[in-house]
């Protein structure tokens, strides 16, 4: 199966009748170019969210296997109505449900991991040159519940049957160009890069990029699935994530800059000293799947200080948390903040960025809550007022122009 390639379409490039019309010709002129397709599709946009929003209309903290079935069913439309787009070109396809491709997932509802794919089906439909449209996102398991794979989980769906095919590149096909310098509605001079590393991807992924799910990125990296992130509706070559030790753009140390508005920071006025306090508290916020991001606590001196950030949703989770330690008074939370991360493989053979970074910050005067940083990244959160000059202002202190 030598012109075999697995593409990956999102929400928002089959997010109309007109748009999935536009993909199924796409298709065509793929496959009369030699290209053997296997398709693998997202809800169409806005879907997978309304879908949420019902079911947490009628019970809302519920996860199972019903909250499953009614949030993995978008991906069943858009499979079905490309079919039909494709049928009336006179394309032999066949679109296929997770369970139908069999996609086995652990029994872990919303955040399922897969286990195994039989293969099989896809290869004897791909060998009678019938072009496979499977829905992303979803799962099934041994017991043959439908599972999903998380948000943006089509990602992992089209990276894990490249990786079950063995094809080396799978290309993921969205609303814009490929992964920029930095979001272009922050910075407009933002650039489009040619290409990143695995790790510049996750982490930016992880910062609060939408581009890619960073687990399909981590599966990309462990099965050596070269990505292409290109525009659904243009020609033109978008961006390569590889396997390379080099920045994204030549020469330069940073190669992106990723930010979050999700984020706000649970400041104590008061700690409670001792290490058993954070014990109790990061453990309970755990049990609760509160997703702790930075923290940041010095007890060199008296009274100690106590910070950390977590997702604005997961706010009123941490509240409850807080009540039941009863520190809940000793507490403020700053909402309108901001994490903005400068992220670069090659800061880790460079010195001096964390000083270009903080003078940046310095100029921009902004108000600076929370720092981290790893090899490959800064990561602050700062006053969401100061956000949109200090990305531009970063973005040209380290060259991205
Ligand atoms: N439709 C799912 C979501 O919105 C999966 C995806 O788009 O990749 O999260
Ligand atoms: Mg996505």
């Not at 909402?335 to 970074?357: D, L, P, Q, Y």
Request: proline residues 2%; contains cysteine.
């Amino acid at each position: 199966m030598k012109s075999l390639i697995v593409k990956k379409f999102g929400g928002a490039s089959v997010g109309s009748i007109r748009k999935i019309e536009s993909i199924a010709q796409r298709l065509s002129e793929d496959r009369k170019r030699g290209e053997q397709p296997l398709v693998v599709l997202s809800a169409m946009s806005g879907y997978t969210d309304s879908l949420i929003q019902m079911a947490h209309k009628v019970h809302p903290h519920f996860q199972g296997e019903a909250y499953d079935m009614l949030v993995s069913s978008g991906e069943q439309i858009s499979i079905s109505l490309l079919s039909l787009a494709l049928e009336k070109r006179g394309l032999k396809n066949k679109p296929l449900l997770a369970h139908q491709a069999g996609i086995q997932t652990s029994a872990l509802f919303s955040k399922a991991h897969i286990e195994s794919i039989q293969i099989e089906k896809v290869k004897a439909l791909l060998k009678k040159k019938v072009m496979p449209l499977i829905a992303g996102f979803q799962g099934v398991t041994k017991q043959n519940e439908i599972t999903t794979l998380g948000r943006g989980g089509s990602d992992l769906t089209a990276v894990a049957l490249s990786s079950a095919l063995k094809v080396k590149t799978c290309e993921i096909y969205t609303d814009v160009p490929g992964v920029f310098t930095a979001d272009p509605r922050l910075v407009p001079k933002a650039k489009k890069q040619k290409s990143l590393s695995f790790s510049e991807m996750m982490e930016m992924s992880y910062l609060g990029s939408k581009v890619l799910q960073i687990r399909s990125v981590e599966m990309a990296l462990k099965y050596d699935v070269k990505l292409h992130v290109r525009h659904a509706f243009k020609k033109e070559e978008g961006t390569w994530i590889i396997n390379k030790k080099e920045g994204g753009m030549e020469g330069s140390v940073v190669s992106a800059i990723a930010h979050d508005l999700n984020t706000l920071v649970i400041k104590f006025n008061k700690t409670p000293s001792g290490v058993n306090f954070l014990s109790d508290l990061f453990t309970e916020l755990g049990k609760e799947a509160v997703f702790v991001d930075i923290i940041s606590q010095s007890a060199i001196g008296a009274p100690s200080r106590l910070s950390f950030s977590i997702p604005k949703t997961d706010l009123k989770k941490s509240l409850s948390v807080l009540k039941k330690l009863k520190v809940e008074k000793n507490i403020s939370v700053i909402n309108k903040v901001a994490k903005i991360s400068v992220i670069g493989v090659g800061m880790a053979s460079h010195s001096g960025v964390a000083g270009r970074f903080f003078s940046v910050i310095k100029k921009t005067k902004a108000r600076l809550y929370l720092v981290t940083t790893s090899e490959i990244k800064i990561s602050t959160v700062i006053d969401e007022k100061s956000l949109k000059k200090t990305a531009r202002a970063l973005h040209k202190e380290f060259n991205l122009y």
